[in-house]
């Protein structure tokens, strides 16, 4: 899982601010399993793609880290990865997802949208103003 997560944000090394999954390593993923949760998808064998998750049971889950190898992409591997976990959520009584999505890609908050979740604020990190974009989505109702 960790080589996985390592090759889907290769590709964002380049920013001026890299995203911190590229320093972590096989004992920090661990650590994010063991303290919550995690949804891998597999095809022969191997990790294709995988998302963590941090649930309040009647409460809300959170994503993060939702990474799908570039190989992998645009086959809906990340879509039913947090289907998954949105159904997850809602048989222990979830009222809300929530995630967050890297402001200076683009596509991030776009992909987020198409799939229900609505863009409720922005946070400031490394010093850069709305690095981060904060999305929900609600888990019960019609």
Not at 24 to 51: K, M, N, Y
Not at 61 to 68: D, G, N, Q, Y
Not at 95 to 113: H, I, T
Request: glycine share 12%; hydrophobic share 40%; with cysteine.
């Amino acid at each position: 899982m960790h080589a996985a997560m390592l090759a889907a944000f290769e590709e964002y090394r380049r920013w001026p601010n890299p995203s911190s999954a590229l320093r972590e390593t096989v004992e920090h993923t661990h650590a994010a399993i063991v303290g919550g949760g995690v949804a891998v998808l597999e095809e022969g064998g191997r990790v294709v793609g995988c998302v963590r998750c941090a649930m309040r049971p009647g409460v809300d889950v959170k994503l993060s880290r939702l990474a799908v190898v570039p190989a992998s992409r645009g086959r809906g591997v990340g879509a039913a990865l947090v289907r998954f976990v949105e159904e997850h959520g809602r048989t222990h009584g979830c009222r809300v997802a929530r995630a967050e999505a890297r402001s200076e890609q683009p596509d991030n908050r776009g992909w987020w949208v198409r799939r229900g979740y609505r863009v409720v604020g922005y946070e400031d990190v490394y010093g850069v103003p709305r690095l981060r974009t904060r999305l929900e989505k609600a888990l019960t109702g019609p």
